[in-house]
């Protein structure tokens, strides 16, 4: 009896555990950028620890400087595996002012500086978590920081702050694959 009355204690303390503290693991087993209520956290460290997948110029306009983008190599090996982009992928595209100058290499040759504009971080959601949150859909999770304050996604709505941009790339799980190289098996 005492056996089973010890037994019973364990099962009843383990469930327990689990309940209040599977939750926050789950979370942190999809991606470490995501909290257990949907919050995309900025991932500091991001150019050192991450792999370089490609850059876009863009010449004119608001969006004009260097977009560098980057994710973790365990994405880069899953996709060139499949196809696609693994649960819990991280994207970070950053967005750099750019200047142009006359190099021995050529004339107006553009280059970024240090000032960013941006940051733009989506995280694959193939699952469906977070039903319900504006910031998530489409099979991502979609968050914009400005350098003035990286503690604050401010996206509210990815269907209007972050969609819109990324409708010619619906077909291709709405990312620009095609400039990023790094994907591409050798």
């Known amino acids: 009896?005492?056996?089973?009355?010890?037994?019973?204690?364990?099962?009843?303390?383990?469930?327990?555990?689990?309940?209040v503290f599977y939750p926050a693991m789950a979370a942190e087993e999809f991606s470490p950028?995501?909290?257990k209520k949907g919050n995309i956290n900025f991932p500091d460290g991001f150019r050192t620890s991450m792999v370089h997948l490609g850059s876009w110029f863009v010449p004119k306009g608001d969006a004009s400087g260097f977009h560098d983008v980057y994710t973790e190599k365990k994405t880069v090996?899953?996709?060139r595996?499949?196809?696609?982009?693994?649960?819990?992928?991280?994207?970070?595209?950053?967005?750099?002012?750019?200047?142009?100058?006359?190099?021995?290499?050529?004339?107006?040759?553009?280059?970024?500086?240090?000032?960013?504009?941006?940051?733009?971080?989506?995280?694959?959601?193939?699952?469906?978590?977070?039903s319900g949150n504006p910031l998530w859909g489409d099979g991502w999770g979609w968050a914009l920081y400005?350098?003035?304050?990286k503690n604050k996604n401010i996206s509210?709505?990815?269907?209007?702050?972050c969609?819109?941009?990324?409708?010619?790339?619906?077909?291709?799980?709405?990312?620009?694959?095609?400039?990023?190289?790094?994907?591409?098996?050798?």
Request: charged share 25%.
């Open 163 to 186: 969609r819109g941009c990324h409708i010619p790339a619906k077909d291709k799980d709405w990312v620009y694959v095609e400039a990023y190289p790094t994907l591409k098996k050798k």
């Open 1 to 19: 009896m005492k056996c089973l009355y010890k037994v019973s204690i364990g099962l009843v303390f383990s469930t327990i555990i689990s309940l």
């Open 81 to 130: 595996k499949t196809g696609n982009f693994p649960d819990g992928a991280t994207i970070v595209k950053e967005l750099r002012a750019s200047k142009a100058n006359n190099y021995t290499t050529g004339q107006g040759v553009s280059y970024a500086t240090n000032s960013i504009k941006q940051w733009f971080v989506m995280i694959k959601n193939a699952k469906g978590r977070f």
């Open 33 to 35: 950028y995501v909290d």
């Open 146 to 149: 400005k350098p003035d304050n």
């Open 156 to 161: 509210t709505d990815y269907k209007v702050d």
């Open 77 to 79: 090996e899953a996709y």
